[in-house]
């Protein structure tokens, strides 16, 4: 079992900036893909960004340029630094851990507004 705690999330105005990180703990296999996705009312789950232990990242077309996602392996940590956010950036941020199954964590809001 993997367990993921995820901070940072809250209130940011248009074209602000917000950092949020997740700290995974438990059976963590050295080989493995973190990052994040989100939830927007009435939409479905979406891909932010992923990063693999080898170091690939792979970014969704809407948010290149303005994210970036990077891990400390040696804390089993990934984090998510945003910036020039736009209110359709806000939603549920989640943060995922990959070996064999996928494990999430329990979501930190991301609201961006005047």
């Known amino acids: 079992q993997v367990q993921l705690v995820e901070s940072g999330g809250g209130l940011v105005q248009p074209g602000g900036s917000l950092r949020l990180s997740c700290a995974a703990s438990?059976?963590?296999?050295?080989?493995?893909?973190m990052g994040w996705y989100r939830q927007a009312p009435g939409k479905e789950r979406e891909l932010v960004a992923t990063t693999t232990s080898g170091g690939s990242t792979n970014y969704a077309d809407s948010v290149k340029g303005r994210f970036t996602c990077s891990r400390d392996n040696t804390k089993n940590t990934v984090y998510l630094q945003m910036s020039s956010l736009k209110p359709e950036d806000t939603a549920l941020y989640y943060c995922l851990y990959r070996d064999s199954r996928n494990y999430w964590g329990q979501g930190t809001q991301v609201t961006v507004s005047t």
């Open positions: 438990g059976n963590i296999f050295s080989i493995n893909v």
